[in-house]
């Protein structure tokens, strides 16, 4: 059959359960009285507070119920008759008698605890009813689908009795209970079967009629009323501790199984989470004697049924249940904790009667200093070796992505990927690609993307078996590709940089200090040959040293050049009167580009050259400044000037200072000083962000 049609099915099913259980509480009598009143006669009957319980299994005996069911019948009976008289005590106290007009039960009368009952049953049918639609075949599911079937059995039937306005025919009232205990112990019978068949069958489902039988003598001598008080409770609380039994022996039997285990340790939790706290907070008080009623009213504590399978739609919802893991562990620990202090305070009050508050002071006592510390030590070797982490593997990446070969790089990567997760196999090499890291079957197996040339690798079975791949393995996976790129882009820059610099070196040679001692080698004068060697030594410590810094300080430079000018001049007694930024300003001055200082460099070289090979002069005057985004160069000499056509003609030098103040987006002009000096002046003004005008020349 479909699974769309079986759960159709079911959802006509819960539909149909729910309106009857509205038409039978709309077919009972209601009277309008005021807000908050409570009635104290009716019809001449006195009402007794144990008349108004919401269960009547909080009397405690079975005489005692029927007695119960038979003044619901006699109350019943007075609201049979068009009117009643009704003694009620208002919220103040007072009590008044007036006469009220019985009609008919309405939907706006039904409170919402009767509604609240009604969707909690039909939240569990629908949830059990979409998982048997999935896997009819399956033992667990037919088990676990059996569960949700009872829930609105029990939690309907209830629904009706338990918000009743005052009293119900007790006929009424019997079968509402039998219906309920039915309910109740039935849904605890498919507890203990989905136990014992899930994850895997601990024997044939045909053994399942075992207890149930067993059960169902629990169920008829309940509803007759002629076995042991409150047996219904009992058997209740017997199937939580078989299935409690049974969840701990599929727990060993799947301990070599990660994804049943991972299902089996959340499907424990949420079943018996939400089972035990029904029982501990509503059933228990009651069936052993600690309380004359639960701790919450039983049609809220309906509600923790709803953990159960609400729970498990999280995990089959591909929410994935291996995501659960150590919530899991901590939500058992807590509810434990919270457990223990509930035995202790009843084991202390049975021997300090009439003192609860100091039971539960001591009870808090030894949870304080007994439980909480070995709960902590418990979660240390719970999560702590089961939890992948890459604390301490830094060195591990980078030394794989530094490795010398292709082979030792996959080596050095699988050995990391082992000793981060313990798989229980090598890691495999995947042909497909992996864009990014993700978990396949179900958390048996963890994808790893390719990484500089490597291919994809697949990983089964984490920590040995022993868990599933989880989402902070996706994390570390993803913290470890990205690492290893780091390292790995970090190692290519660095052989980016290397061969650059060496095309730097061999280009700076060949250009600058070839040509300079080819001049050197050529020249005849022995003042001219000195100069270029001086000059070929400087550029050479230049590349040597300051090629290998992308940036330089201004003064810096500047106070190098002074030096080299000033020893340049000296050896031809020319003065020298130098002014600069250095000159006013106590910083370093702007950084600026190796280019920029390669051609200042060269600019200031050329001008001193010409100074001391043609202009005869006595001193040499040079002005830089800082001019808002520009440097300004001024070179100023006392000689005999430049004669007539040499700078059209391109002479000594100077196109050489034109063409590199123009590949440095500035400008030079070189022209004999003002009518009535003698001297050359060379004006040059360079950006101090070349590149900067070049991205806008090139928009």
């Known amino acids: 059959m479909s699974p769309a049609f079986v759960f159709l099915g079911v959802v006509l099913l819960g539909c149909a359960m729910s309106l009857v259980s509205i038409l039978v509480a709309l077919s009972q009598p209601q009277i309008d009285l005021p807000r908050g009143a409570v009635p104290v006669e009716v019809g001449g009957i006195e009402i007794l507070p144990t008349d108004l319980i919401e269960e009547p299994d909080q009397l405690g005996t079975n005489a005692a119920i029927a007695?119960?069911?038979?003044?619901?019948?006699?109350i019943r009976a007075q609201l049979d008759e068009p009117r009643v008289e009704v003694a009620y005590r208002l919220p103040d106290d007072r009590v008044e008698t007036?006469?009220?007009?019985?009609?008919?039960?309405?939907?706006?009368?039904?409170?919402?605890?009767?509604?609240?009952?009604?969707?909690?049953?039909?939240?569990?049918?629908?949830?059990g009813g979409w998982i048997i639609a999935l896997r009819p075949g399956d033992w667990g599911a037919r088990m676990f689908a059996l569960t949700a079937l009872f829930v609105p059995v029990f939690a309907q039937s209830a629904a009706i009795y338990s918000t009743r306005q005052i009293a119900l025919d007790g006929g009424l009232f019997h079968t509402l209970s039998g219906i309920n205990a039915l309910g109740a112990v039935s849904f605890g019978i498919a507890l203990v079967g989905l136990f014992s068949q899930y994850p895997k069958p601990m024997f044939r489902p045909v053994w399942l009629?075992?207890?149930?039988?067993?059960?169902?003598?629990?169920?008829?001598?309940?509803?007759?009323?002629?076995?042991?008080?409150?047996?219904?409770?009992?058997?209740?609380?017997?199937?939580?501790?078989?299935?409690?039994?049974?969840?701990?022996?599929?727990?060993?039997r799947s301990r070599r199984e990660p994804l049943n285990r991972a299902g089996l340790r959340w499907f424990i939790l949420v079943s018996l989470v939400g089972c035990s706290l029904f029982v501990f907070l509503s059933s228990a008080p009651i069936t052993l004697g600690i309380a004359d009623e639960g701790f919450i009213p039983q049609g809220i504590a309906f509600a923790f049924f709803n953990i159960m399978h609400v729970g498990l739609a999280l995990g089959v919802m591909r929410y994935k249940v291996f995501n659960l893991d150590r919530w899991s562990y901590y939500i058992w620990l807590w509810l434990s904790g919270m457990v223990m202090i509930f035995v202790l305070d009843v084991l202390l009050i049975r021997f300090l009667q009439g003192q609860p508050w100091l039971s539960l002071s001591v009870a808090l006592l030894i949870a304080g200093f007994l439980y909480f510390p070995l709960r902590?030590?418990?979660?240390?070797?719970?999560?702590?070796?089961?939890?992948?982490?890459?604390q301490g593997r830094m060195a591990d990446i980078v030394s794989a992505a530094l490795s010398p070969t292709s082979r030792e790089h996959g080596l050095r990567w699988d050995a990391l990927l082992t000793d981060v997760f313990a798989p229980l196999a090598p890691p495999e090499p995947l042909s497909e690609p992996v864009p990014s890291p993700r978990i396949e079957e179900n958390g048996l197996a963890l994808l790893i993307p390719g990484i500089d040339g490597l291919a994809p690798r697949r990983l089964y079975y984490a920590q040995k078996g022993r868990r599933l791949f989880s989402r902070d393995d996706l994390e570390i996976v993803a913290n470890m590709v990205q690492m290893h790129d780091l390292a790995t882009e970090s190692r290519r820059a660095y052989e980016r940089g290397v061969i650059l610099e060496r095309d730097r070196i061999s280009?700076?040679?060949?250009?600058?200090?070839?040509?300079?001692?080819?001049?050197?080698?050529?020249?005849?004068?022995?003042s001219r040959k000195d100069d270029l060697l001086r000059d070929s030594l400087s550029d050479l410590r230049a590349i040597i040293n300051d090629g290998f810094q992308a940036e330089f300080a201004l003064q810096t430079m500047l106070a190098d050049l002074r030096t080299e000018t000033a020893q340049r001049l000296e050896a031809h007694d020319i003065a020298l009167r130098w002014t600069g930024?250095?000159?006013?300003?106590?910083?370093?001055?702007?950084?600026?580009?190796?280019?920029l200082v390669n051609g200042l460099r060269s600019i200031l070289r050329e001008a001193v050259s010409n100074v001391l090979r043609h202009s005869q002069a006595g001193r040499l005057e040079v002005d830089i400044a800082l001019v808002g985004d520009d440097i300004t160069l001024e070179i100023e000499d006392d000689g005999i000037g430049l004669p007539p056509g040499v700078?059209?003609?391109?002479?000594?030098?100077?196109?050489?200072?034109?063409?590199?103040?123009?590949?440095?987006?500035?400008?030079a002009r070189i022209d004999n000083r003002e009518e009535g000096q003698s001297g050359t002046l060379i004006k040059v003004t360079l950006p101090l962000d070349p590149d900067q005008l070049r991205d806008k020349a090139a928009e």
């Open 376 to 390: 902590q030590m418990l979660l240390r070797l719970l999560l702590h070796r089961r939890s992948a982490t890459l």
């Open 581 to 595: 930024p250095a000159d006013n300003d106590a910083d370093d001055g702007p950084i600026i580009s190796f280019e």
């Open 98 to 127: 007036r006469e009220f007009e019985v009609r008919a039960r309405q939907l706006s009368d039904l409170p919402w605890a009767f509604w609240f009952q009604i969707v909690v049953g039909l939240v569990s049918l629908f949830i």
């Open 507 to 526: 280009r700076d040679v060949h250009d600058n200090i070839g040509a300079q001692l080819l001049n050197a080698l050529h020249s005849r004068e022995v």
């Open 647 to 667: 700078i059209d003609a391109g002479g000594n030098g100077i196109p050489n200072i034109m063409d590199r103040a123009q590949v440095l987006m500035g400008h």
């Open 67 to 74: 007695a119960f069911r038979e003044r619901q019948s006699l």
């Open 209 to 252: 009629l075992i207890p149930a039988a067993l059960y169902s003598v629990a169920i008829v001598l309940s509803y007759l009323g002629t076995g042991p008080d409150n047996i219904a409770g009992m058997a209740v609380l017997s199937q939580m501790l078989i299935a409690l039994v049974l969840g701990t022996i599929q727990w060993f």
